[in-house]
């Protein structure tokens, strides 16, 4: 497997967070899956796309071209045909950058984009074969005249970068407070903006923490669950398993079996890392 990431153009960065690739050439039979991490993504399949999995319509097929919002739980893949994708992190506070009002609508659903929108799709398509053979200059065309037309919200986007900055430990009420909003109003615009409510956005920054923290050094489980914000051990060992279906203990241990060769957290630690690496 080889995953991929690639810079923004600056004027798209407020817009786009990442363009990825990710091919697996000879894929391994078993259930692969990612974790949530507060980010919706445009993706296009350039070869058979995998089945997946959620509990809206158990397995099925996806469509070439797909449209993947925000979820709070794990998305689970069934690859059994060599895998080549390109997909495109957008920004969480430019999330309804493609499917606006109906956003949280879609939490934790991949869809069609063309069901969103059918010339966009047929564009992105051709634009991520072009990038692939070597010219992501389409791409950015396409995104760069999309995202002319959004209006981003700058109180939602400063939250944001308040949530991301603080591992998920900024105050609710005091993001709102910034914003110049009342709590209620403050949560009905971040969660039609972002996709989520701001309380389960910033549950995921204190997961991903948590993850990179398991991932990369040797701290103990206590002091992990503190450094991303928990309460305690007990609260940290909840909310991981409830996302991810392993306690802290065991996701360490998974991620650190995924660098011998064990195919069955690959995927996900491939983009907890930023890399196949």
Known sequence: MDYRQYPVPEQLRDHVACLWRLSDADPCAGTQTIYPDGFCELIVHLRSPPRCWDAAGGWHDQAVTLFAAQRVTAVKLAISEPLDCVGLRLQPAASDLIANK??????????????????????LRTAARSFVAGSDAALWRLMTRRAVSHRLDARIGTAVERFQSSKG???????????????RGFQTRFRSRVGLPPKEFARLMRLQAT???????????????????????????????????????????????????????????????????
């Open 211 to 277: 993850l990179r923290a398991l991932d990369e050094g040797d701290a103990s489980l206590c002091e992990v669950a503190a450094n991303s914000g928990f309460a305690d051990q007990a609260h940290a060992t909840r909310d991981v398993r409830r996302i991810t279906g392993l306690t802290p203990a065991k996701l360490r241990a998974a991620l650190r079996d995924d660098r011998g060769g064990d195919v069955a957290m690959r995927m996900a630690a491939s983009f907890v890392r930023g890399s196949s690496a």
């Open 102 to 123: 109906t956003l949280p609508a879609l939490r934790d659903r991949i869809v069609d984009l063309a069901g969103l929108d059918r010339a966009f799709s047929k564009s």
């Open 169 to 183: 430990i900024a105050r609710i009420d005091a993001a709102a407070r910034t914003a110049g909003m009342s709590i």
